[in-house]
């Protein structure tokens, strides 16, 4: 694998004119030819549509086309890509398979963030050039390319309405929206009333009977002194 362009201080770096045949045109460059050829179709070429993703041959988002067939651009160097024919994403359409591809990813709105996006339309479109629509097992091995996003369900999906297999029941990326109602529960707290029946204070009055004491008047016996007057002996 080619160093990532980095220079140690005070190295020589041969600048070389290199041309490339890029999505049918002859494109001229000066640049170090040992620097992944990655780099050269972005920051030489100007062309943006190829992506790094981890730069460890893994990926696959910077899949060009080099005769035909898909490749790692960041697994080559610029001198390994002069006098090839390569193309690029920003060619793709004028592909027949291509361009049905892309009208499908449109279609079933394929991507998600689409970082990964281009690497997978070159190597589908690859896949297609061959004719007749595709399994799921000949997808799955064509198709190596990662997506972070999970997008692959949609993708085969594409591939397939592309193929000319119609459109897809399924397009089971979409993650289904789950409405959860929730239903306050309504708790009506019914409030024990107690009455309390106070006992109403019977307060009986017994109106004291009136006695009528009829205290009889004592007769105070009279007593009548006798003087007896002792007569003379
Ligand atoms: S950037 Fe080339 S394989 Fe990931
Ligand atoms: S769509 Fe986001 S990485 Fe594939």
């Given at each position: 694998m080619p160093q990532w362009g980095v220079i140690e201080q005070g190295a020589h770096v041969e600048m070389t004119v290199m041309k490339f045949n890029i999505n049918g045109k002859s494109v001229t460059v000066d640049g170090d030819p040992s620097m992944p050829f990655l780099w050269a179709v972005r920051d030489?070429?100007?062309?943006?549509?190829t992506k790094y993703g981890c730069g460890i041959e893994i990926c696959r988002a910077c899949t060009v086309w080099v005769d035909g067939s898909p490749e790692k651009?960041?697994?080559?160097?610029?001198?390994?890509?002069?006098?090839r024919t390569i193309t690029t994403i920003e060619g793709l359409s004028a592909t027949p398979a291509g361009a049905k591809l892309q009208q499908a990813f449109i279609d079933l709105q394929v991507p998600q963030c689409g970082y990964c996006q281009s690497g997978m339309l070159m190597a589908a479109t690859r896949l297609l050039s061959g004719g007749g629509v595709p399994s799921d097992a000949q997808i799955d091995s064509a198709i190596g390319n990662i997506c972070a996003c999970g997008t692959y369900p949609r993708v085969k999906a594409a591939i397939k309405k592309a193929a000319g297999a119609g459109t897809p029941v399924t397009t089971p990326t979409t993650k289904p929206t789950t409405t959860t109602t929730t239903t306050r529960s309504t708790t009506t707290t019914t409030r024990a009333t107690t009455t309390t029946t106070r006992p109403r204070a019977t307060t009986t009055t017994t109106r004291p009977k009136a006695t009528t004491t009829t205290t009889k008047p004592k007769t105070t016996p009279t007593t009548t002194k006798t003087t007896t007057t002792r007569g003379d002996d």
């Open positions: 030489l070429v100007g062309l943006t549509g651009s960041c697994d080559m160097s610029a001198s390994e890509a002069v006098g």
